[in-house]
């Protein structure tokens, strides 16, 4: 089955900075899936690409799916306190009807 | 408002002692599952449900049971919990475009 490899691990950006999370597959991706987790709290859907070369938007948030389907990255804009958290990213396998696969997940703190 | 909860949020017990976590949902989803947060290991899906009365394993299933009786609950249920048990546990129901989760429940098996 395929694997998700998020990175970094962890990251610590200074309030206002820009910044970029990928998820990476060995095999192509049918569906990729964004979280987010804030501690203490449960996850929240940010974004779902699809299309090979699909790129989304919300608020500050941007996330892309390159035309091979195989990496997606998550970029954020002008990061502030509440970008804090765990960004979670899924995948969408499709030989097993709507079983997502995960990734890691990638800490992110923001320094104010 | 479009939900799934689950209960307890925390709970501390002890290995061998039986517990149930509940989860519900109020979109009429037919898909729901279970899965448990390690670190550095990410989600992985415990059990899976298609339906009521259909269920599945998923990628760690020993050590649990669930049932789906009526659409909306998915109880998940572990006969004789063990330390290595001790998680955050997401109960989450889902079309086929979003999955939507619970709130988390902390276990710790001690």
């Known amino acids: 089955s395929q694997e998700l490899e998020q990175s970094p691990q962890s990251l610590i950006v200074q309030e206002g900075k820009n910044l970029t999370i990928n998820c990476t597959s060995s095999?192509?991706?049918?569906?990729l899936y964004w979280y987010k987790q804030k501690y203490g709290e449960g996850l929240i859907f940010l974004m779902m690409?699809?299309?090979g070369g699909e790129e989304k938007s919300h608020e500050k948030i941007t996330a892309k799916l390159d035309e091979k389907k195989q990496q997606s990255s998550l970029h954020i804009t002008a990061s502030q306190p509440s970008h804090a958290g765990i960004y979670l990213c899924?995948?969408?396998?499709?030989?097993?009807?709507?079983?997502?696969?995960w990734g890691a997940g990638t800490k992110l703190i923001i320094k104010p | 408002e479009a939900q799934v909860t689950q209960n307890p949020r925390y709970l501390i017990t002890v290995t061998g002692k039986k517990l149930t976590v509940t989860c519900s949902q109020n979109?009429?989803?037919?898909?729901m599952s279970w899965y448990r947060q390690d670190p550095g290991l990410g989600l992985r899906q415990i059990y899976y449900?298609?339906?009521?009365?259909?269920?599945d394993k998923g990628d760690v299933p020993e050590g649990y049971k669930v049932s789906r009786k009526e659409k909306r609950n998915f109880p998940l249920i572990l006969e004789s919990p063990s330390p290595n048990q001790t998680s955050l546990y997401y109960c989450?129901?889902?079309?086929?475009?979003?999955?939507?989760f619970g709130p988390g429940t902390r276990l710790t098996v001690l």
């Open positions: 690409l699809q299309k």
């Open positions: 979109m009429n989803h037919e898909y």
């Open positions: 095999k192509t991706l049918y569906g």
């Open positions: 989450a129901s889902s079309t086929n475009q979003e999955q939507f």
């Open positions: 899924g995948a969408d396998e499709r030989d097993s009807n709507y079983q997502l696969i």
């Open positions: 449900s298609m339906n009521v009365e259909v269920t």
